[in-house]
């Protein structure tokens, strides 16, 4: 009985795949945050490397992975895809369920796949600084390793509530030569690229026909949309070129609804309006999630791309309280030994639940979910669980309803 | 050019190895700890199941892994073998590094591997509830995640010191269910079976076939010697039987310098005289070293295996202080990015300065060292080091020969 899929070096991808290559129509314009016109790259050029701007707006479909950035990823890719035997077991589910494991990383999530790109790319422009901000540290961590190998200064603005919640993912940024302040203003997920991250997706549809099998439902948690899209754009894309039939389901907390509960309008990408304006789904760029464990998962928008797959109807998405989504974890833990992130618990709650479904009638589903990370700096987060002292905060209908009456006004062509 | 040495789950070891079956000549007899007579498999078993015991006394060169112990191993094995090329990259050493990586187990280090086993053989006799001691926790969260897996109760009197200096390590254990109480006494390291973490020397020896190499140099680090034992076995097995040369080199902490500094003298396997007595390298049972982060090497013996491998001159030992120790941790986990726990870093500290020997005299030797755990539930040792507070504990002359007079007066046969 096999646990594990395991590929070789030799079988990396070696290019990321670009989704907007195979969508019916382009994504709306991404607008400047003062004149509210559609931006160029020039317009983006003060804010990241040229080669990251003409990626993210590019209709290729396949874009190579420098040889650096796949030196690196060697570090800890291919990463392995688990067959869950004994969660199946537990849950007494005719389903079959796989899991693709990020928690390989150095970083102990599936960040550092975009983070290491986004750094060979600065210092190929000359870059020698960079500063960035970050929720949990999940990506504050990826990018002080990928700053680290390719001699980068780095300074990370952590969320306050992070900062004191998580002290030992500061000090694994520092270990990595980085420099970390506490940050009152909330993480804006900007310039995280899903189309780095989509060597994982590559990597599992590779993995799962070494397992005689194809998902009928790929689910991922999504907070910016990173690791959801890195893991279902490939298999977007045999929706759109193969006709395959897939359903994606992107999970969320219920204390900050994105998809579930926000609007698809145009907003700003940070909290303080100063980053370009794109059109998704969003709680309103004013809006703050209360301090859930899943610190991650605490951004008031979506990426314009996950959005598009909602709008198009190639994605669903559904919305967890904090207890439920921790069950699941423990759950989870007890069966398959690994201790997940609050964030990627949230992707196991709803594994857990259409699993369920399937013990009720009798199919066998093939369900695929994204393990985006393990949970070794979460403790303080399974203790409060343990103790009975996490909060389901309820929808912050009124805090969305003042924070949506903020959108920029904008009139796109 | 290749990073990782992976192996197929169908590639595993199915069998522990028994370097007893290869001695020159049986180890000195374990001694009654009132009787002080030599005991037979009758006397242990109140102590542990007889599958075990008959294992610690058999003179079989191999013993068969159980089917069920095997499924359970595959959650993680076979684990990772690296080449340290960004490590050697750093040094500037003509020298071949590589490391096995045994921080992939959901418990972060190698001990699962014995924990297993044991849980597994209790289990078969019927035991519904086990109690024991640990150190800096590792293997308090190893056996937790095995009694887990066997449905028996747990409960882990963990060493007081770590119990507040690794709290996420208390966590760890509680999320696999069982209790955790701080316990004022030494861990004793009873019951930690060399023969059943064989499984990673074994896969090394594939591992480093694959890479075309075979060591000159073999480094662990050494507590009570289960993690150092399970790596070089094997390659013992090829100095005996093949007359293969490889130094073996077993690394410990300057402030609880059993090997380097201790007496080869009968003495109890715990701090309170109620264990067995074996023939061992040991700097006295009422020693109690000072409170290093690397809490998994302070024991005051050293197993009767490994000692009498330094008896035989088939391994080497040396110490190193707190502080070159987090030097070499740091310097590793820049160059290869995984951050190790202060255990392993030990054997990283002699592997460093092994491949700096080789640069100074200009030869490429090929260095193996085991890397036994991670860091992630440590990073508070980190950030002292960082802070500049680790002392570096000068030898604890006086207390040894305090320890020292208090060892058993036996007169074996």
């Known amino acids: 009985m096999q646990t594990k899929y395991i590929l070789s070096e030799k079988e990396m991808p070696t290019r990321w795949y670009n989704v907007q290559a195979d969508?019916?129509?382009?994504?709306?314009?991404?607008?400047?945050?003062?004149?509210?016109?559609?931006?160029?790259?020039?317009?983006?050029?003060?804010?990241?490397?040229?080669?990251?701007?003409?990626?993210?707006?590019?209709?290729?479909?396949?874009?190579?992975?420098?040889?650096?950035?796949q030196e690196i990823y060697k570090l800890w890719r291919p990463s392995p895809l688990y067959r869950a035997h004994r969660l199946e077991r537990v849950l007494d589910t005719p389903a079959k369920i796989y899991y693709k494991y990020e928690g390989v990383s150095p970083a102990g999530s599936h960040k550092p796949?975009?983070?290491?790109?986004?750094?060979?790319?600065?210092?190929?422009?000359?870059?020698?600084?960079?500063?960035?901000?970050?929720?949990?540290?999940?990506?504050?961590?990826?990018?002080?390793?990928?700053?680290n190998y390719f001699g980068l200064e780095l300074k990370v603005y952590m969320v306050k509530v992070s900062y004191f919640q998580?002290?030992?993912r500061r000090s694994l940024i520092e270990t990595w030569g980085a420099?970390?302040?506490?940050?009152?203003?909330?993480?804006?997920?900007a310039g995280r690229s899903i189309l780095d991250q989509t060597v994982i997706g590559e990597e599992s549809m590779k993995q799962m026909e070494m397992a005689g099998d194809y998902p009928d439902v790929v689910i991922g948690c999504v907070g910016g949309g990173s690791n959801f899209g890195g893991?279902?754009?490939?298999?977007v894309r045999e929706m759109l070129?193969?006709?395959?039939?897939?359903?994606?389901?992107?999970?969320?907390?219920?204390?900050?609804?994105?998809?579930t509960r926000g609007v698809d309008a145009y907003d700003f990408g940070d909290s303080v309006g100063m980053a370009p304006i794109v059109k998704m789904f969003t709680l309103g760029h004013t809006f703050t999630p209360p301090g859930i464990h899943a610190g991650g998962l605490r951004y008031h928008g979506m990426s314009p791309l996950i959005s598009e797959l909602q709008r198009l109807g190639l994605a669903?998405?559904?919305?967890?309280?904090?207890?439920?989504?921790?069950?699941?974890?423990?759950?989870?833990?007890?069966?398959?030994?690994?201790?997940?992130?609050?964030?990627?618990?949230?992707?196991?709650?709803?594994?857990?639940?259409?699993?369920?479904?399937?013990?009720?009638s009798g199919e066998s589903k093939v369900i695929l979910f994204g393990l985006s990370g393990h949970g070794h700096f979460d403790m303080g987060s399974y203790d409060r669980y343990f103790a009975g002292e996490l909060e389901d905060y309820?929808?912050?209908?009124?805090?969305?309803?003042?924070?949506?009456?903020?959108?920029?006004?904008?009139?796109p062509a």
């Not at 420099?179 to 997920?189: E, F, R, W």
Request: with cysteine; charged share 20%.
């Open 23 to 69: 969508l019916p129509s382009p994504l709306p314009p991404v607008l400047h945050p003062i004149t509210k016109q559609p931006v160029g790259p020039q317009d983006l050029a003060p804010l990241f490397p040229m080669a990251i701007i003409m990626q993210e707006v590019s209709t290729e479909r396949y874009i190579d992975i420098p040889e650096e950035v």
């Open 113 to 147: 796949n975009t983070a290491i790109a986004q750094a060979y790319y600065n210092k190929q422009e000359g870059v020698k600084r960079i500063s960035t901000e970050t929720g949990a540290g999940q990506w504050g961590s990826a990018l002080a390793l990928a700053c």
């Open 166 to 168: 998580k002290p030992y």
């Open 179 to 189: 420099k970390v302040v506490p940050s009152p203003s909330m993480d804006t997920q």
């Open 231 to 235: 893991l279902v754009m490939p298999f």
């Open 241 to 259: 070129r193969n006709g395959k039939k897939t359903r994606l389901v992107a999970v969320e907390p219920e204390a900050c609804p994105t998809m």
């Open 316 to 360: 669903e998405s559904r919305a967890y309280h904090q207890n439920p989504v921790f069950d699941a974890a423990v759950q989870f833990a007890r069966a398959e030994g690994i201790v997940p992130a609050p964030e990627s618990a949230h992707a196991i709650r709803a594994a857990v639940d259409e699993a369920l479904v399937c013990k009720q």
């Open 394 to 411: 309820a929808y912050p209908e009124e805090k969305v309803k003042e924070a949506l009456a903020h959108l920029p006004e904008v009139t």
